[in-house]
């Protein structure tokens, strides 16, 4: 088999394959006479079908396998023969089966090659933080809210009570769309409802019946009620504060931990620690990538940005079908996912480059850690171990997150680093936002 190889652009190329002595026309008479004995045919017994008619009714599938199955072969043999890795799948351009020969010429795109991964000029913020007993106890008092009851009152609504209410709104004595509610909740104070609304409750008392006016702001999420004057006949069924319950071992049950208030803390503590260590090590790793990529520019093929695209809608697409969302009228372009898809790719490239030039391997101790610490927030973190330590894809998978670490920690070294000391909730609101 012979191979030329021509460049047609930076990462075009055109490959002539010439596969000598293939005898198409042969190899296709061949496939005809395999095939005879199954081939049926109305007015004859099997095996018995003239050549002829045979022919005439496969021939054409049998040349399509024949060649089909030669240029796979072929191709795959001509890549491995001029160790060529193509970027995306190969289109054949023109192709002539006559005589003994087989030639035909393909096109593909390859992967550019990286010479050397650029850090030069690279300044790095490294985020540093930890979990403070502050913390814990602003998530205790979060847990302790999450699960308050309210004591009815007889006395008069004040701020921060809650005020269950039924209620009908009108413009120029007209009800509209949105302004009827029945047995809402709201809590003077909050926010939840637009302040004019809260502040007329104040003062109310369970059983009053009362009107509310008020003036949506210009700015109001919903048009057609932005600037309008409205009243609301407000019926106050209830009037109750906020009950919350005692940190002791009652509430420490309630949130799933027997042994009591200390107990609880131990847990609440080491939950915020590995959710904050997760966190940040993520924010850091964004930082580090983001200045990776300014840093280098690749000219990338088409194929794989393509591919990449596609896979990163189809994974919004699974996101938002998990969350509950009807996505049949959603106006999905794949072009709205190739900025983020030309950063995958090319953070593959250098992320590879740095790998090969380091020799850097997944070590196996921080594997095993990786593992230990995705177990510990099961129930039988024994079970999550060995799951994961026979299952060769979800090895694969922590073992490539310790590499890229490994690569996160290589960079460190290699560039300007700048600690910053942050707050367990900065670190959380920014990753929220």
Not at 103 to 132: C, H, M, Q, R, W
Not at 244 to 257: I, Q, Y
Not at 273 to 286: D, G, Q
Not at 371 to 396: C, H, R, T
């Amino acid at each position: 088999m012979q191979v030329t190889v021509e460049n047609v652009s930076e990462l075009g190329r055109r490959m002539t394959v010439t596969v000598e002595g293939a005898n198409i026309q042969q190899a296709i008479q061949e496939r005809l006479k395999a095939i005879r004995p199954t081939v049926k045919m109305a007015g004859f017994r099997p095996g018995k079908v003239p050549a002829k008619m045979i022919e005439q009714s496969h021939g054409p599938a049998a040349r399509r396998d024949v060649i089909d199955a030669l240029v796979q072969s072929s191709m795959q043999e001509a890549f491995v023969q001029e160790s060529i890795n193509p970027a995306g799948p190969p289109h054949i351009d023109t192709m002539n089966e006559e005589g003994e020969d087989f030639v035909y010429t393909l096109n593909y795109d390859v992967f550019p090659d990286v010479k050397e991964v650029k850090l030069d000029g690279i300044s790095l913020e490294k985020t540093v933080a930890e979990v403070k007993d502050d913390d814990v106890d602003a998530m205790l008092e979060t847990l302790r809210q999450q699960r308050l009851t309210w004591e009815p009152l007889k006395r008069a609504a004040k701020e921060e009570d809650g005020v269950t209410i039924d209620f009908v709104g009108s413009i120029d004595g007209i009800e509209f769309d949105g302004g009827k509610g029945t047995d809402v909740l709201v809590v003077i104070g909050d926010g939840n409802m637009l302040p004019e609304f809260e502040n007329q409750l104040v003062g109310t008392k369970a059983g009053q019946e009362l009107t509310v006016t008020m003036t949506f702001p210009a700015d109001y999420r919903a048009e057609h009620l932005q600037g309008k004057e409205a009243s609301f006949a407000v019926t106050v069924k209830s009037v109750a504060k906020k009950k919350l319950p005692k940190l002791d071992k009652e509430f420490a049950a309630l949130c799933g931990v027997e042994e009591g208030v200390a107990a609880l803390k131990k847990e609440v503590q080491a939950n915020m620690t590995r959710e904050l260590e997760s966190t940040v090590k993520a924010t850091n790793k964004r930082a580090v990538m983001d200045s990776l990529i300014a840093n280098n520019t690749i000219t990338l093929p088409e194929s794989p940005v393509e591919r990449e695209a596609e896979h990163l809608m189809e994974q919004a697409k699974t996101n938002l079908r998990n969350q509950g969302v009807d996505i049949e009228g959603i106006p999905f372009n794949i072009e709205n996912f190739k900025d983020s898809a030309k950063k995958r790719v090319s953070l593959s490239l250098l992320i590879g480059k740095i790998i090969n030039d380091n020799n850097i391997k997944p070590d196996e101790a921080r594997v095993k850690a990786v593992i230990d610490g995705i177990a510990a927030s099961y129930e039988d973190p024994e079970d999550v171990v060995k799951f994961y330590m026979n299952d060769q894809q979800k090895l694969s998978e922590v073992q490539m997150m310790v590499v890229e670490d490994t690569v996160v920690e290589w960079i460190y070294d290699n560039v300007k680093v700048e600690e910053k000391s942050a707050t367990f909730s900065e670190v959380m609101n920014a990753a929220s936002a």
